[in-house]
């Protein structure tokens, strides 16, 4: 079992990730909060490369909440009918667009409870939302955050909610900077197949380096 990392090499990793990262931006197309919270919605267990080329049609038939309460339902499934799990994902997209009309005015909410009322958004998504729009300082955690945070000792939980809060406590601040960080870092370089191991700017304190090499 690898070890957890230590207070000193949390503090060298934060800092490597900070300097390596600070400029980073999520990959998803967007103009507005509207077309951040269904691009976010649609990137679950779907690349965001896939999701930059579903959405434009998307956002031309449906521009806003209103248009996308009315839509019908076979007409979004047509939409992003490339996107994984396109059928359960076309219904809670018009749900949450009715409840946002029918409960906060035609207006997103942007904040953690009221996101994750809306159907389709559970706290994953509400995080990533508020990251991306308002810099907030939350945690999210995907697949690549997932596997970098136990590959660099930085926990051992065995799901995303609990990682978050090992992730949470251990950095604290800056989080809005980390989680891009680390998904970029999960998506290019610590990869779940062939990783970038030799040269990796993370080499010093990854925990799992003999499993990768030749």
């Known amino acids: 079992m690898a070890k957890l990392a230590t207070k000193v090499e949390i503090e060298g990793i ?3 990730f900070l300097e390596r990262y600070k400029d980073a931006t999520t ?3 967007f103009k507005n909060l509207y077309e951040l919270l269904i691009a976010v919605m649609l990137s679950a267990q779907c690349t965001d490369k896939r999701v930059n080329l579903i959405t434009p049609a ?3 038939k449906y521009p806003d909440v209103t248009a996308l ?3 019908d339902l076979d007409e979004v499934k047509a939409l992003i009918n490339t996107c994984s799990f396109f059928n359960n994902k076309a219904v809670n997209l018009i749900k949450m667009a009715q409840s946002v009309v029918d409960n906060f005015g035609g207006e997103i909410p942007l904040e953690e409870k009221g996101l994750m009322s809306l159907a389709g958004v559970g ?3 509400a995080h990533v939302v508020l990251i991306e729009f308002t810099g907030a300082n939350y945690m999210a955690v995907d697949t690549h ?3 970098v945070s136990h590959r660099l000792g ?5 799901t995303p909610e609990k990682t978050e809060e090992d992730l949470v406590k251990k950095f604290k601040d800056n989080l809005h900077i980390l989680h891009q960080a680390m998904v970029l870092f999960g998506r290019y370089e610590c990869k779940a197949v062939k990783p970038n191991c030799e040269g990796c700017f993370m080499a010093e304190f990854c925990k799992t380096t003999q499993s990768f090499k030749a």
């Open 58 to 60: 998307l956002f031309e």
């Open 14 to 16: 934060k800092a490597l």
């Open 145 to 147: 955050v997932f596997r």
């Open 27 to 29: 990959e998803l197309d």
């Open 154 to 158: 930085l926990s051992k939980a065995k």
């Open 123 to 125: 706290q994953k998504t």
């Open 69 to 71: 309460a009315a839509a």
